[in-house]
Nanobody, 117 residues
Framework: EVQLVESGGGLVQPGGSLRLSCAASGFIFSTYAMSWVRQAPGKGLEWVSTINSGGTSTSYTNSVKGRFTISRDNAKNTVYLQMNNLKPEDTAVYYC??????????WGQGTQVTVSS
């Protein structure tokens, strides 16, 4: 059974930091590109960041560049999102996503991040 389990969300003040984790099981993690996608209240899904299967290439949406860092540990089947200098507009449910070419992709259940004073 494929599972993606996110953790690390919570309430943080503006300017603060959080580190999200996504633990994967049930598929060959090291062959999949991994992404973080978020959904703010009342809005659609927004792509945040992607890391390739080997961890050698990353990309970010403009609004998080310089503040967020995606990484992965293929030995631990885990992808991370380090979020620094958080802003209220980063408030959202954050989902991790696994993709491999044209095949089916996998999603976690999400973790809530709330940035508020």
């Amino acid at each position: 059974e494929v599972q993606l389990v996110e953790s690390g969300g919570g309430l943080v003040q503006p300017g603060g930091s959080l580190r999200l984790s996504c633990a994967a099981s049930g598929f060959i993690f090291s062959t999949y590109a991994m992404s973080w996608v978020r959904q703010a209240p009342g809005k659609g899904l927004e792509w945040v960041s992607t890391i390739n299967s080997g961890g050698t290439s990353t990309s970010y949406t403009n609004s998080v560049k310089g503040r967020f860092t995606i990484s992965r540990d293929n030995a631990k089947n885990t992808v991370y999102l380090q979020m620094n200098n958080l802003k209220p507009e980063d408030t959202a449910v954050y989902y991790c996503n696994a993709t491999l070419g044209p095949g089916p992709d996998y999603w976690g259940q999400g973790t809530q991040v709330t940035v508020s004073s």
